[in-house]
């Protein structure tokens, strides 16, 4: 897999920084991953249906279809207003060789160069 940092910035915020969005945005979180899965697999099973996940769940309203209408956008906003609205609290752990995002906020290995801080 080749080094994106949007998709791997915002995979690192959703990964670890939930704690920090608003009860919408994780409650939502689950439903959009449905979406973004069900994308990519060209999945046509009903029971993968994000639409169906959102009734279930009593978030079938307008600012829940656009998420999910969305996916990959509204993932980036989220991950853009943590980044600029909570800074002091967000920690992107990067490689201090290479600077690429690392898998963890722990981590003291690259995955992406192979360099090791430990």
């Not at 940092?5 to 409650?27: G, K, N, P, S």
Request: glycine share 4%; hydrophobic share 35%; proline share 4%.
């Amino acid at each position: 897999m080749d080094y994106d940092e949007d998709t791997v910035l915002t995979a690192y915020v959703w990964e670890h920084c939930q704690h920090l969005m608003t009860d919408f945005e994780r409650r939502i979180g689950p439903a959009v991953l449905i979406r973004l899965k069900s994308d990519v697999y060209n999945d046509a099973d009903p029971r993968a249906d994000a639409t169906d996940w959102l009734q279930e769940h009593g978030l079938d309203g307008d600012a829940a279809r656009e998420a999910i209408s969305h996916p990959r956008q509204f993932r980036a906003r989220v991950r853009d207003r943590l980044l600029a609205e909570c800074a002091d609290d967000v920690l992107i752990n990067r490689c201090p060789e290479c600077r690429k995002v690392v898998a963890t906020p722990k981590a003291s290995q690259c995955l992406w160069c192979g360099h090791d801080w430990h």
